[in-house]
Structure formats: C-alpha cells, structure tokens
C-alpha cells in the first residue's frame, strides 16, 4: 500500500513538473507559423502600402528602438521612408515572455515619440498615430501605425495566432 | 493500518498542495507578470544607459575607406527634413549610412534645450534612449557633428531669438566636446507657395546669413546648402519638394541624393 502510495505521488510529481515547464511561454501561436517576413509579404498583397523602408538587420532594431538582438527571434519591420507620412509596421517574435516585454517597452517609446513630434506639425499623422497602438500577445509583439492598421493586424493574426 | 491512512492523508495533501503551487507559477497573465517585466525592463534600461559609453566607443574605430572613415564617426543631428536624409541613407547604401542619426520631428535651436523630461519637448532618441542634443557627441563617440536646424525656430521665435538659441547649443555642444569638429548647416528653402507670415524664404535667408556669421564667431564650420536647392527665385525646386500639398519643406529621393553627396565632399 504504501509503495503504491510513494508511486503515485512520484508521478503525480512529475507530471505537474512537465506540464509547469511546458506552459512557460503560455502562447497561442500557431505551431507552424510562417516567419514575419513572409507575414509582411501577405499584407504587401492585401494592402496598399505608401514606400517603406526595410530594417534588414536585427542591430537596426537597436538604433531605431533600443531593442536588443538577444531578445529577438525573428522580426520585420519597415518604416515610411517619406520621412513625413508616419506609416511603420514592426513584428517581433521574440525569444521569451520577459524579452517580449522589453520589446513592448521600446515599441511603446518609440510610439510615445512618434506621437509628441507629430503633434505640433503633422495633425494628419498624428491622428493616424493616436488611433493606433502596441501590442502584445505572448511572445510576439507588434506595432502598426497606418490608415488600413485594423486590416494589417487581422492578416498578421491570421497568420500567426490560433 | 491507522497509521498507513494518516500517511496518505498527509502525502494526499502535500500533492494538492505542491499542484496548486505549480499551476501558479504557471499563471502567465498579465497581473502576475508586469511586476516582473517592468523590474526585468529598468534593469535593462540601466544596463543600456550603463553601456552606452562603450557601445560608442566601439563605434569610433575608423574602418573602410578615407572618405567612409568621417561618416563612420560623425553623428548627425537635425528635424524632420534630415528624417528623411537618414531613410534615404539606410535604403541607398551611402556612406553616410554609417553615421549616427539624432533626426526628430519639430526639433529646433531653442527647443533642442530644454530639460530631457519637458513633457512638451521632442528629443532625439538614441538607441532607444532619449538623449539630449548638447551631449550627441559624448552619447555617440563621434568625432563630427553635423547639425541642421532653425526651420522650427524661425517662425516661432523669430530671427534674432533662433539665433541666440542656436549660439548657446553650439557653445553647449563645444563645451561637452571641444574635440568634436561642428559642421552647422543652413536652413533649406521652402516651396513657392508655401510662405508664411514669419517662416518663409525671406526670413531664412537672413537666419541663414546671421547664422553663417555665428559660425565664423564660434570657430565652427557652415555648410550652404540653400542654394543647393533653391530655384532661380530663391524658393525649394518644385523636383525636391516631398510634400507640396502639405508644408513645402520636406525632401524627395534627388533632393537626399544632391544633400548626401554634397555632405561628401564637404565634410572632411
């Protein structure tokens, strides 16, 4: 009896561990996701874009965000290359829940900046920047300032979330 | 056998116990991760601010060609008009990509100084980081500062103020940096129809004409580049004029194409 007991507690142990460490990053992205870049290709398709500027490289983030390559897994990111219009789209899978949270707090600056310097000279875009925002949704975070941002972010969570 | 039941009872509970633990650790929601995110996120605001230095110096050993070399380790200051210049740099591959770019909508002479935490005020962000413009060249580690500025202060505070704010930024950035070499370049014109009661071509030109003395009087270099854009009747090219439906003031493609090269030539 209680060797069954000792058993039964063991496993039961166990199990909890496993499911603990399993749900560590809590996500409902789709398994098979397909990477930022290919997400960005789909919207391209949908959606009329003003010229944007690529962000090729992970340190690009950094210069334009402050966000650190070591928190990124996979990212896009294009800003309207105009240096008026406002547009900026930005996807960032990021490699955990706290790193996720880093991103969001530089996405969220970078937001709070576009905003104040539009303010005072731009009323258009900055409308356009007030009706948009950041979010997060598990490890993936996103930006989407752009007239068509409610589209943009439906064919992103499409794409990506379950 | 009393025994044996009080064994499992206790073991029973311990389970329930360590179960309920563990599914609460779990518990990612939001309430129960922004304590830790926004700790996990001032650490790590501190550490970026603590490396900035040496990220910086990093950044100012000379590589890649002689001309390459000055725009490797220059940091290029100015409004929403060298916005633009720095995404035509990024996508056209010029040297000038390398350079450290503090480019902020509505920032100007005056405003450039006030306190990093005015709630009013647009300073550049480097890195992420707000930073202030006095200090560009200490932040970056940059050996030239190249600065435009003044389409923002013109019609707000007129020409004599802008000039008296652009006076005590350069002496401020000298201060901070008395290695540095400052490239100050003028302000750019406006389209045609674009005028206005204070801010139009007439007034930039005598901004510009006292800001070329100023520079003579703080021993800095002036870069001219109104005629560079301007029509045979003083105003911005209709070809360089980025926005001609909304201020008159922004750049095309060929306007960062002429600006780019022309930073070549004359930065050294």
Known sequence: ?????????????????????????????????????????????????????????????????????DDVTDFYAAIDSSGVGQDEIVFVMAKDDASAGRVEECLNS??????????????????????CSVKKNGNYVSMVISDDAEKIEQIYSNSVFV | MNLQKRISAFLLTVVLIISVILTGCNNNSTATQKPTQASQQTETHKATEATTTTEAVIQTEPVGTSDSKVFDNAVIVGDSITLKLDYYCQANETPLKNSVFLPSGSLGWTNAQWDIDNEAAVHPTYKGSTVLVENCAEITGAKYVIIMLGMNDIGLYGI??????????????????????????????????????NLNNENVRAFNEKLSDLTKELNVEYLDLY??????????????????????????????????????????
């Open chain 2, 160 to 197: 004599d103020d802008s000039i008296s704010s652009a006076k005590s930024l350069i002496e401020k950035i000298k201060a901070n940096s008395p290695e540095v070499k400052i490239y100050v370049e003028s302000v750019t014109p406006i389209l045609a129809g674009m005028q206005r009661e």
């Open chain 1, 110 to 131: 970078r937001y709070d900046s576009k905003l104040k310097q539009n303010e005072s000279y731009n009323p258009k875009e900055a409308a356009k920047i007030k009706k």
């Open chain 2, 227 to 268: 005629p560079l854009f301007a029509d045979e009747n003083g105003n911005l090219r209709d070809e360089y004029c980025g926005d001609p439906q909304a201020m008159g003031i922004h750049f095309t493609d060929a306007a960062c194409e002429l600006w780019a090269d022309y930073l070549q030539k004359n930065v050294k």
């Open chain 1, 1 to 69: 009896m209680m060797k069954k007991i000792f058993l039964l507690f063991a496993v039961f142990v166990f199990s909890a561990s496993v499911l603990c460490g399993c749900g560590q990053s809590n996500q409902n992205n789709k398994a098979d996701a397909p990477p930022l870049k290919e997400v960005y290709t789909i919207i391209q398709n949908e959606v009329t874009l003003p010229d944007m500027l690529e962000l090729k490289e992970k340190s690009d983030l950094e210069d334009y965000y402050g966000i650190k390559e």
